[in-house]
């Protein structure tokens, strides 16, 4: 399978705990997304790498998030300090330069901070 | 503010007829939109997109419109399939930026 892979797919950790979700995407995908899904809402955008460059973050990404794309590959989101409200589905997506807006997604992690 | 917003949480079509997903949007800075399916326990799948210079765009049994007077976007499947019981996402992209906005999504039940 050479679709975009997010490792782990659940995490359940207690409040106040550090978590680090990983995605790899299609290989030779020089674009990379991370987004987050709560229950009901659409993905909510986080962060945009373009090779190992992170070009974009929302505002709405606190001082506690931070994602991370070494060698253009693989790519790590670390959430700090968990609060209960980090609670969501973490979402990666992928896609190439040149086929334009057509993202590939994981299948997600789905966090839960007790 | 939900700058993308999908008004019908669900919507349900018997097999075979038309199912119409409809989308609105306030920002008339994106410039590019797309639809995305999602099934349970999976992440949402690319099915068709449309840049804000065009009105229509076709692919196989999917059609999206977007009039641009009314900031409003349509996702038309013909005929409906069981298989396309799934949650709808329409997105746009904020033009010049990387950003894509979601809606809310709706659920679609085709009934076989």
């Known amino acids: 399978d050479t679709g975009v892979s997010q490792n782990p797919r659940h995490k359940i950790t207690k409040r106040g705990q550090n978590v680090t979700f990983r995605c790899d995407p299609i290989s030779e995908h020089n674009r990379l997304y991370w987004y987050r899904q709560t229950l009901g809402q659409g993905p909510e955008f986080l962060t945009y790498f373009q090779n190992e460059a992170q070009l974009e973050k929302s505002r709405l990404l606190s001082d506690r998030f931070s994602a991370e794309r070494p060698k253009g590959s693989f790519s790590t989101l670390e959430i700090q300090r968990t609060e209960q409200g980090d609670s969501a589905m973490y979402l990666c997506?992928?896609?190439?330069?040149?086929?334009?807006?057509?993202?590939?997604f994981g299948s997600g992690t789905r966090l839960t901070v007790v | 503010d939900q700058q993308v917003k999908q008004n019908s949480p669900s919507l349900s079509v018997q097999e075979g007829r038309i199912s119409i997903l409809n989308c609105d949007y306030t920002n008339s800075m994106f410039d590019y939109f797309l639809w995305y399916k999602k099934y349970p326990a999976e992440g949402p799948t690319f099915l068709i997109s449309?840049?804000?210079?065009?009105d229509k765009n076709e692919d196989g049994r999917f059609t999206v419109f977007l009039n641009k007077s009314a900031k409003h976007l349509s996702l038309h499947i013909v005929p409906s399939q069981p298989g396309d019981s799934a949650v709808y996402f329409c997105?746009?992209?904020?033009?010049?930026?990387?950003?894509?906005?979601f809606g809310t999504g709706t659920r679609l039940k085709v009934l076989a």
């Open positions: 997506a992928s896609s190439l330069l040149t086929t334009g807006t057509s993202n590939t």
């Open positions: 449309i840049s804000s210079i065009k």
């Open positions: 997105a746009a992209r904020l033009s010049g930026t990387y950003k894509y906005i």
